[in-house]
Antibody, heavy 120, light 107 residues
Framework: EVQLVESGGGLVQPGGSLRLSCAAS????????MHWVRQAPGKGLVWVSR????????TYADSVRGRFTISRDNAKNTLYLQLNSLRAEDTAVYYC?????????????WGQGTLVTVSS | DIQMTQSPSTLSASVGDRVTITCRAS??????LAWYQQKPGKAPKLLIY???SLQNGVPSRFSGSGSGTEFTLTISSLQPDDFATYCC?????????FGGGTKVEIK
């Protein structure tokens, strides 16, 4: 069974940093592109970032480019998202999600999400 | 960016009703559209991909249609477990974008 388990969320002050993790199991993690998607409280889903299977390609939404960094450790079956220079508008549940392939970027598996709250 | 617009934003229906949700793209996305179901406090669940392909394990009462800029999700006979929020997502181009969601409520 595919499992994705996020961790690392919490309360952080504006301008602060956090690192989110997503532990994967039940599939060959190193074969899949992985993404982060976020959802502000009561709002819709917003795509954040993606990384290819060997970490050679990354893509970011304009709203986070230069502040967030996606990475992965295939030996540890773990996806990461480093969040720097956090703003109030970054407050959201952050989901990691698996896509079928790099060309077909729909999400067939999701984690349960981890809440990031940016507030003073 | 490709904008995805869903309608209605809220829908009140009864068990057994046929329900249709519309998703419109701001430009053609061919058939590169997915539909998700989300319940409060839970992650989204994939229902449909490539506009009309049913994800494994999803009940056949769910169906999708459309291409280009207009798409629909239909639930042929609404069941109690189907009261949830539904959203569409285009994967024709980056950034990937989602519709704002349609909440299906009990009438």
């Amino acid at each position: 069974e595919v499992q994705l388990v996020e961790s690392g969320g919490g309360l952080v002050q504006p301008g602060g940093s956090l690192r989110l993790s997503c532990a994967a199991s039940g599939f060959t993690f190193s074969n899949y592109w992985m993404h982060w998607v976020r959802q502000a409280p009561g709002k819709g889903l917003v795509w954040v970032s993606r990384i290819n299977s060997d970490e050679s390609r990354t893509t970011y939404a304009d709203s986070v480019r230069g502040r967030f960094t996606i990475s992965r450790d295939n030996a540890k079956n773990t996806l990461y998202l480093q969040l720097n220079s956090l703003r109030a508008e970054d407050t959201a549940v952050y989901y990691c999600a698996r896509v079928v392939s790099g060309s077909y970027s729909f999400f067939d598996s999701w984690g349960q999400g981890t809440l990031v709250t940016v507030s003073s | 960016d490709i904008q995805m617009t869903q309608s209605p934003s809220t829908l009140s229906a009864s068990v057994g009703d046929r329900v249709t949700i519309t998703c419109r793209a701001s430009q053609s996305i061919s058939s590169w559209l997915a539909w998700y179901q989300q319940k409060p406090g839970k992650a989204p669940k994939l229902l449909i991909y490539k506009a009309s392909s049913l994800q494994n394990g999803v009940p056949s009462r769910f169906s999708g249609s459309g291409s280009g800029t207009e798409f629909t999700l239909t639930i042929s006979s609404l069941q109690p477990d189907d009261f949830a929020t539904y959203c569409c997502q285009q994967y024709n181009d980056y950034p990937l974008t989602f519709g704002g969601g349609t909440k299906v409520e009990i009438k």
